[in-house]
């Protein structure tokens, strides 16, 4: 699809501000990523998503009224032109700091600096984006769009095979894809420890909250006070954690347990009676088709994880029996969380999912991926992701491939043997791994591993969030990838320039 053409409207100067180390550093920074996302034409492919989209949506339109669909007019593309540019600038700005939609929509607000490199700071008036418009930026574009703009991001930075000195962004030194470092780490989820009892708890409020949005509908059966029961439960939950202090506590626990049993039951059986009025008599009421097929699923989907939950809970507390990883409910709303047993310092066992990272010599995330089911070990990881890698760049596949211990096995070195890859994997033997030692390069290489340990706890921590607080498999997926977006973007705007283009840009400004 050609270039569609967009003039930036009249904006706002920014101010000028002296005496702040800090703020100087963020706005070079900000102002060199805008550099960097106008010189590799990331907005392109956003427009080019979002046009396609629109065209399709009108097409079947027109198809339902038996009209001729004869384009999009200048109008409609110039606007979707500046909605994506909008939607990929506040994406990627709001990963890089870090925060929620809410907060972040208030300092944008605030931020003249934010407001120009989201391309809202227009002279006359600026109108911010809402909490829950900046929501619908993020989920505009699918998972494989973003990575086809990282795709373009990568491709511009790094040299083209014999022109080492023709890469888009203008670097000192293009960025360099030969050395490969690989490692895994765990994605928590944001969820509270998954505790029976809390558990148990959590089946209660939700029952308990869809049965009072029904019953504000008009449609009631004979019960208490929804919030009786919602009460009732916490003060169990309180009770139950309490015994552990108290002499006899195990016993105490058992007869705790046995009273939310009962009172799940009558929980549970008030929710039936509920669901089903509103099933019956949804038009009598103002709800429309989609919130009442909402509040349903709600009930539906708590209801069918209720026995496993109290079974779960009693076999090990009154049975005092292990229930295996496979039958745990980590969380009532995200079925796609699992135990991840790490044996770190922090923690023997994690919530989420297994996240594989990839990066090169500078700090660029090169391959990753999130894993919604049980991720198999490290070691079956290593070549799909060279795979992936191949598929992304145009065949290209790094000369040297550098991971932890976790990787290493038989498949694995005669994989990057028959490759011509350089194996620099950690060996789990320690006899191996003396005799490795005395290569000089081996060692260079490892040492340099040691900083993917630091590059993951960047991006977990300062682009993600702590925890990531998208719910639902698919959404943590595409905050990842924003993530990385930004992560990459922010990494490219620290390298140097290269000196010419370095002095042209300090003389514009």
Request: hydrophobic share 35%; glycine share 4%.
């Amino acid at each position: 699809m050609k270039n569609i053409q967009f003039q930036r409207e009249l904006s706002q100067e920014l101010p000028v501000v002296i005496g702040n180390k800090d703020y100087t550093i963020f706005r070079s920074t900000l102002e060199r990523m805008e550099e960097i996302i106008e010189l590799a034409r990331l907005d392109q492919v956003v427009c080019d998503h979002l046009v396609r989209i629109t065209e399709k949506k009108r097409k079947k339109i027109a198809r339902e009224r038996g009209e001729d669909f004869s384009g999009l007019c200048q109008k409609t593309l110039s606007r979707i032109y500046q909605i994506g540019q909008q939607a990929l600038r506040c994406t990627i700005i709001r990963h890089l700091t870090g925060e929620a939609f809410r907060p972040f929509s208030c300092r944008l607000a605030d931020s003249p600096l934010l407001q120009h490199f989201c391309l809202i700071d227009r002279i006359d008036a600026v109108k911010v984006p809402s909490k829950s418009t900046l929501e619908r930026y993020e989920k505009m574009l699918p998972e494989n769009v973003v990575r086809k703009i990282l795709d373009r991001l990568i491709g511009a930075a790094s040299a083209k095979p014999g022109e080492e000195e023709n890469q888009e962004l203008q670097l000192e030194n293009p960025i360099c894809l030969d050395d490969y470092y690989l490692d895994t780490t765990c994605l928590k989820a944001d969820i509270h420890h998954p505790v029976d009892w809390l558990l148990l708890q959590d089946i209660v409020r939700t029952l308990m909250k869809a049965v009072k949005l029904i019953r504000n509908e008009g449609l009631k059966n004979r019960m208490d006070d929804p919030q009786v029961f919602i009460t009732a439960m916490n003060r169990l939950s309180i009770r139950i954690t309490h015994t552990r202090r108290q002499k006899g506590g195990r016993k105490a626990r058992k007869q705790v347990l046995r009273l939310m049993k009962k009172l799940l039951q009558k929980v549970s059986r008030h929710a039936e009676k509920h669901r089903d009025l509103l099933q019956e008599h949804w038009k009598e009421t103002e709800l429309s088709e989609k919130e009442t097929q909402r509040i349903l699923e709600r009930i539906e989907v708590v209801l069918e994880q209720l026995p496993q939950a109290v079974k779960n809970a009693h076999d090990r507390i009154i049975g005092d029996r292990k229930v295996v990883n496979k039958d745990k409910i980590l969380s009532l709303y995200d079925p796609d969380l699992h135990v991840i047993v790490r044996g770190k310092a922090g923690g023997e066992s994690e919530f989420g999912n297994s996240l594989l990272l990839g990066e090169q010599e500078d700090g660029v995330i090169l391959d990753w991926k999130l894993y919604q089911a049980q991720a198999p070990g490290d070691a079956k990881l290593l070549t799909e992701s060279l795979e992936r890698m191949e598929k992304d760049y145009s065949g290209y596949r790094p000369k040297s491939v550098t991971t932890d211990r976790g990787f290493p096995s038989k498949n694995n070195h005669d994989y990057l043997k028959a490759a011509e890859i350089i194996d620099y994997m950690c060996p789990r033997s320690v006899k191996e791994l003396e005799e490795r030692l005395k290569e000089e390069d081996f060692c260079e290489h490892q040492k340099r591993r040691s900083q993917t340990e630091g590059r993951i706890g960047i991006l977990k921590n300062n682009f993600l969030g702590r925890p990531l607080r998208s719910k639902g498999f698919m959404h943590r997926e595409l905050s990842v990838a924003w993530g990385v977006l930004a992560h990459n973007l922010w990494v490219l705007a620290r390298l140097p320039k290269a000196a010419e283009r370095c002095n042209e840009y300090l003389e514009a400004a």
